[in-house]
């Protein structure tokens, strides 16, 4: 490479769509000496070293970190703490651990009281993902263009500019914020939605009057959408929800109050509160697309088909 | 082409998304002897002209519908009956008047009862859209491999099979099913939906302390997909739920059920359950891909940048 590396050894503690997608990342621009990963099982680590997500795998969480000069968490976020008390005693002086949690609250509450003297923990979230998982999940585009959110919680400057470097190397666009800021934007963006998602697939599979096969014969724009978010990974997202609780309830009882406003002129008949509401929202989505995060492209719903 | 066209003079009464699509699906096809247009605006029918969607534009739907044999009402719930009345002393003995409205019951009960014996009223629905609309908005692949639902009120059945033809030979898979029926699945599959997806980005769009900037710049998979459906039409919406307000209305009461219940678990840190209902939606997603409905593709928010 043209450049040295970033961190001179990597270690990733677990294996999914995120770390792989790191990984791969962190290969393409040449920003890693070298790549050490760990996963719950073997089957996920077997996959990580035959897709060459890293260099080298480890059993454990604690044998994975030894020298590692970045530590990157990437499990979901209700593991965080095990994993923050077994890796402590093996971290290398001056390391920097960082993870990757949606939530963030809630992984400083849990791993920086673990973290030794001199140790500079970062929290971090890159705002990418997919409904998928699992080792075969990461591509290495997955960041481009995309935000990463570190936390300032504290920590070295020196330190937040280098792991900034290292997320701006694999193609993201890195903020610094604080971490109920961060919690509250994303029960609005990510959180509500997902449960929202979740509830109304949930609603279509439990009408037995409109059986599963015609909602899913039937899948139209709006539903079909839902489906592909209600396909994320049960595990992280029972996580989100149990450690982002009270900005996601919060959100959710705003959402319910527009709700029924909206379900009440719907019964009265009010086509202009209809109306201008839904004139409303349009703008918001142009915001969207301006700011390069999707494309006007219409989506009729098959993938590669999108025109 | 080497068959005969399936009707000899096609009139389109409104000239957005839909019929503009079947417009260059039966040009491409050879479908129709010559295709008549009519919409409210001149701006729309010269579009519509310069487009080459249309033979020949009218200014009025009187004039358009003057021997055709088959004419597609393509015009928002709301202005249906309004062109019935308008029309019917013009259509031809023995013409076909079908409709692609949303809604089904609303459109029998606003179009059925203005029409002259001898015509042979067919609802329809083809279940394709994308969020944009407008005269520039069609594009002929639109219906291929979608369901078009058709309404049997009654209509003769050699009418039925012609118009099914017509569907079939656009690329659509064809279904008769009841009016009722058909507003109940498409209050789960499209119009609740919907309305959540609309509620979600007012919400979004209200919250000041979340400022819209940041909601946009950190827009994450959820709500992108959100503000998306919330981008469309907003007459087409309005005049969906005041037609269809009672499925709409029911299919909302049990979305309510369910989110309160998910709402609870969330407050009680009941892990498990959500974690089962997490999983339950799972499945339902994996229906829709072996169904053809959507593919498996991962979609990371790019349009054209999806793998
Ligand atoms: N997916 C997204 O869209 C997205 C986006 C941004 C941030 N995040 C966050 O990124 C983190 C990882 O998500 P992901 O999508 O990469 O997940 P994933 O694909 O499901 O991978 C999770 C990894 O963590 C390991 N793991 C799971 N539970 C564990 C436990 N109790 N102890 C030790 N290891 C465990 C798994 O090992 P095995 O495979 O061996 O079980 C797997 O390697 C989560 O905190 C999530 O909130 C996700
Ligand atoms: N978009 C979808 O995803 C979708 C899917 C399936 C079915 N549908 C149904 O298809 C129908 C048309 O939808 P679309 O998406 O094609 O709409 P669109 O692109 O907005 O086009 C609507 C057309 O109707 C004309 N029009 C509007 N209001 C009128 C009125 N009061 N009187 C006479 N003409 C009027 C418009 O004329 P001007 O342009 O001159 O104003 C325009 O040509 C609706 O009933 C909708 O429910 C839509």
């Given at each position: 490479m043209s450049h040295p590396p970033v961190y001179e050894r990597v270690a990733l503690i677990g294996l999914g769509l995120i770390a792989g997608s790191m990984a791969l990342a962190m290969k393409r621009a040449g920003l890693a000496g070298e790549i050490v990963g760990t996963a719950r099982t073997a089957a996920t680590r077997g996959v990580a070293l035959k897709r060459g997500l890293c260099d080298r795998v480890c059993e454990t969480a604690a044998e994975a970190v030894?020298?590692?000069?970045l530590v990157v968490l990437c499990v979901p976020v209700g593991a965080m703490e095990t994993i923050a008390i077994e890796i402590a005693p093996h971290l290398a002086p001056g390391a920097t651990v960082t993870d990757v949690g949606s939530v963030k609250r809630a992984v400083i509450d849990a791993v920086a009281p673990h973290m030794p003297d001199g140790i500079h923990f970062i929290p971090g979230h890159p705002l990418a993902g997919t409904e998928q998982s699992g080792p075969e999940a990461g591509f290495a585009e997955l960041f481009e263009n995309r935000f990463t959110l570190l936390i300032d919680d504290g920590a070295d400057p020196d330190a937040i500019a280098r792991l900034a470097r290292l997320w701006t190397e694999m193609g993201a666009r890195v903020e610094v914020m604080d971490a109920d800021h961060h919690d509250l934007v994303l029960a609005v963006t990510s959180h509500t939605p997902h449960l929202i998602a979740y509830t109304m697939v949930g609603v279509a599979d439990d009408l037995r009057r409109v059986t599963d096969s015609e909602v899913i014969k039937y899948s139209a724009a709006g539903f079909r959408d839902f489906t592909r978010i209600a396909a994320s990974d049960p595990t992280m997202w029972r996580d989100v929800f149990l450690t982002n609780k009270d900005a996601t309830l919060e959100i959710l009882g705003r959402f319910t109050e527009e709700l029924f406003a909206l379900q009440r002129a719907i019964r009265t008949g009010d086509g202009e509160m209809l109306h201008d509401y839904f004139t409303r929202t349009r703008a918001i989505r142009r915001g969207i697309i301006d700011a390069g995060q999707d494309t006007a492209t219409p989506d009729f719903g098959r993938g590669g088909g999108k025109r």
């Open positions: 030894e020298d590692a000069d």
